[in-house]
């Protein structure tokens, strides 16, 4: 049989794999230290690289991880979801996203692990996160046409530069592992505003 | 009688009440000391309105002719107000459901705080002088007895009772209205809650009318109001209706003095005590009860196996703000379910049965689950807020409020977040989500120039 096992689960066994595999997302995000605010801006500050190391190791461990299941036919490509392209509407997207995590201090996933631990302000950012969605939803109608604009449909990136997956795979490991090592060179060098940044679990520096 | 006023003066804390000059009474009416956090008064607050209107529509709502409570001309006038009954018990459920989140909430970060023992017992528990205040009160009441009431502490017995009362009958108005509202466990059940809704709700009911009745109008009691308001009551107040309180609020000052004087000197630490012996930590204790956070690249690699068992089993990555959506629009659609259906945008989530059954829903709960259980192991667990140095709680709140809006709008115009998009998205090498992920990091350094007075 081969994955992915969506088709074959039962309701019960659906359900309670969802909760496990959130379980577990959430547990390995609060262990990074992505339930503090404080954390996730130092990214920001070069004070603390943890959001971009944590997030490509993620990155580049599941992209090996379906390559190599893929290659060794365990997995069919063709069933996983590869979420369609917008060019426009998903780079204006990613700006206000990021917009609001300077402003707010989370995003979406890491605000519930926050909230959580007992984080009194991702409650508020969480109430806000549903505002903006309730606007986006209430308001769509007055700019449908720029929300579809740029669809390139499930395009990846060795399509888009027509050559082969691994090929592909490997640069994005490259490209990772260069950022891994240029982070580790400006943590601590780059004493951008001249001051300490707090950043371990107690908020202090 | 002028010693013991003297005396009290010179700051010498009695023991029983005695007779104070009238120079210090005017002193004591201008101390204020606190009684209730913000938080309680809040809660307070709260409450009153969800029982206002809770109580207003459940008589409302009482419609067969056996139970029916309120005359007919009420019921209309609440329909004027409400419309039809269905949209009157939409409301009751909704407003209800709106109290038990904010008393869980209460429950969550209030509980060690609140319900400690050394709370109950001052707090709820009727000691003897307690026991015998209420025969002596009764008594007075009657005009049998002249005989002076017995020193209350913080709240006095009969306040006491109300708690005592409403702390039992809540949990049972809130869960047997869950049982009504969704229809939990089948009909015998249904008919039973009924039973206990109606009984819990009458019997808070009745003592809320004296509960009123003593802060709204009893003029002896006008304090116990304002404190509700301002969180404190003068010492005058406090010495006469509530001495055990009044006392203890003083030894506590002058422990606090004591300490804090300036000619005090600090105990010199103890010499001589042997240090413990450092104890060999097991490897549970140092992986998952350090309050360390994990090395990145080991949290990263342990996230990365998560996503690809993820896409293993489901097809798809983890995600966030998708569950979100879901969560809303069912909301919306319990609440206003036509103008929901006939919007572009929340009619694609309903169109495959119930919105609320996805993966991302019920990932949503175990991520919630998941942080709680990794942060609590590690010690973290606690009500707090992450801010810079430089601004307040309140700052931090709006903008946090603000962030998630921005970041909602932002979620949904790229069709997912840094979870759903930029890693899920990322793995399998979508193009948009290489575009949105440098789109996230560039505004996310652009507006840390502009942010840095708030967060550094």
Request: aromatic share 16%.
């Amino acid at each position: 049989m081969t994955a992915p096992f969506l088709g074959s689960l039962s309701t019960g066994a659906f359900v309670t794999l969802s909760l496990v595999l959130g379980f577990l997302f959430g547990f390995f995000l609060e262990r990074a230290g992505f339930s503090s605010a404080l954390k996730l801006t130092a990214q920001f500050y070069f004070k603390d690289f943890a959001v971009l190391k944590v997030m490509f190791t993620a990155i580049v461990t599941a992209m090996l991880g379906l390559a190599w299941f893929a290659a060794l036919g365990w997995l069919d490509l063709s069933q996983v979801y590869i979420p369609p392209s917008f060019i426009w509407p998903q780079i204006a997207g990613g700006l206000l996203l990021g917009a609001g995590f300077i402003v707010g201090g989370y995003c979406p996933g890491t605000s519930v692990a926050a909230a959580a631990v007992g984080k009194i302000d991702a409650l508020f950012f969480i109430a806000g996160i549903f505002a903006g969605i309730f606007l986006f939803g209430a308001g769509v109608p007055h700019f449908a046409a720029f929300n579809v604009s740029g669809s390139l449909g499930p395009l990846t990136l060795p399509m888009l530069f027509n050559v082969n997956t691994g090929a592909v795979v490997f640069l994005v490991v490259l490209v990772a592992v260069g950022a891994f090592w240029a982070s580790e060179k400006s943590e601590g060098v780059w004493h951008l505003f001249g001051r300490t940044y707090g950043t371990n679990s107690q908020g202090k520096a | 009688m002028k010693n013991n006023g003297e005396a009290l003066e010179t700051g010498a804390i009695p023991s029983y009440p005695v007779p104070v000059a009238v120079d210090e009474a005017e002193r004591m009416l201008q101390r204020q000391i606190t009684k209730h956090h913000v938080a309680i008064i809040l809660l307070h607050w709260f409450n009153a309105f969800v029982w206002l209107f809770e109580l207003g529509t459940g008589l409302a709502l009482i419609t067969s002719k056996e139970f029916r409570l309120a005359p007919e001309w009420y019921i209309s006038i609440v329909h004027g107000f409400f419309g039809p009954r269905g949209n009157l018990l939409h409301f009751h459920i909704a407003l209800g459901l709106l109290w038990i989140f904010v008393f869980a909430v209460y429950g969550i970060f209030g509980y060690r705080t609140y319900l400690t023992r050394e709370v109950i017992q001052r707090e709820i528990a009727l000691d003897a002088d307690d026991v015998r205040w209420l025969v002596v009160r009764v008594k007075r009441i009657l005009g049998l007895t002249d005989e002076p009431l017995p020193l209350q502490g913080v709240y006095n017995a009969g306040q006491k009772l109300f708690a005592i009362l409403v702390y039992a009958m809540i949990p049972l108005v809130m869960f047997s209205g869950l049982i009504l509202a969704f229809h939990w466990f089948g009909a015998s059940f249904v008919a039973w809650a009924i039973v206990v809704h109606f009984a819990a709700v009458g019997l808070v009911a009745s003592g809320l009318m004296i509960h009123v009745y003593m802060g709204a109008v009893f003029p002896e009691e006008k304090y116990a109001f304002f404190s509700m308001l301002t969180g404190t009551v003068n010492e005058w107040f406090a010495y006469n209706h509530h001495f055990k309180w009044w006392r203890e609020v003083k030894l506590e000052q002058r422990v606090w003095e004591l300490q804090h004087s300036p000619d005090q000197v600090p105990a010199p630490p103890a010499q001589g005590a042997p240090a413990a012996p450092a104890q060999q930590k097991s490897w549970f204790e140092r992986v998952f009860r350090s309050p360390e956070y994990w090395p990145p690249y080991a949290a990263g690699f342990g996230l990365g196996l998560v996503l690809l068992a993820t896409f293993l089993i489901m097809g798809q990555g983890l995600g966030a703000s998708g569950g979100f959506t879901r969560y809303l629009t069912a909301a919306l659609a319990w609440v206003a379910p036509n103008w929901t259906a006939s919007n572009p945008y929340w009619s694609n989530y309903l169109s495959g049965g119930s919105p609320l059954f996805d993966f991302l829903v019920f990932e949503l709960i175990g991520v919630a689950l998941g942080g709680f259980v990794s942060g609590w192991l590690a010690h973290r667990f606690r009500a707090a807020c992450d801010k810079g140095p430089r601004i307040r709680r309140s700052t931090r709140y709006a903008f946090a409020f603000g962030g998630g809006i921005l970041t909602g709008l932002g979620a949904r115009l790229a069709r997912g977040c840094t979870s759903g998009l930029a890693l899920s998205g990322g793995a399998v090498l979508s193009v948009g989500a290489f575009a949105f992920m440098l789109s996230v990091f560039a505004a996310g350094f652009i507006g840390a120039y502009f942010m840095r007075r708030y967060w550094l």
